[in-house]
């Protein structure tokens, strides 16, 4: 059963940068389009960006432009760049299939942009 490791979070400042990474372990990772997701205190996982296995992304309109999702298969891993943070981006960050039925959540990583 595929098991999901989020790191890479923190604290920072609005305008800042962070890259987030999921590990993903007893998978068939390059087979699958796998997505970034956040949850913000009070509301439900929503899409952040996806990345299929030809490598198209896709970014909701909140996150274009600031936002990279990117994957190395030989990892396992796929990561995601966050620039030009804003406040409304706070939240715990979690990677997880896409398009297909959800694995199990990993634990996530919590970003806070705060002055």
């Known amino acids: 059963q595929v098991q999901f490791v989020e790191s890479g979070g923190g604290l920072v400042q609005p305008g800042g940068s962070l890259r987030l990474s999921c590990a993903a372990s007893g998978s068939n990772f390059r087979l699958y389009a796998m997505g970034w997701y956040r949850q913000a205190p009070g509301r439900q996982h929503e899409l952040v960006a996806s990345?299929?296995?030809?490598?198209?992304?896709y970014y909701v309109d909140s996150v274009k432009g600031r936002f990279t999702i990117s994957r190395d298969n030989a990892k396992n891993t796929v990561y995601l760049q966050m620039d030009s943070l804003r406040p409304d981006d706070t939240a715990v960050y979690y990677c997880n299939y896409f398009n297909r039925g959800y694995a199990d959540w990993g634990q996530g990583t919590q970003v806070t942009v705060s002055s």
């Open positions: 990345i299929h296995i030809s490598g198209n992304t």
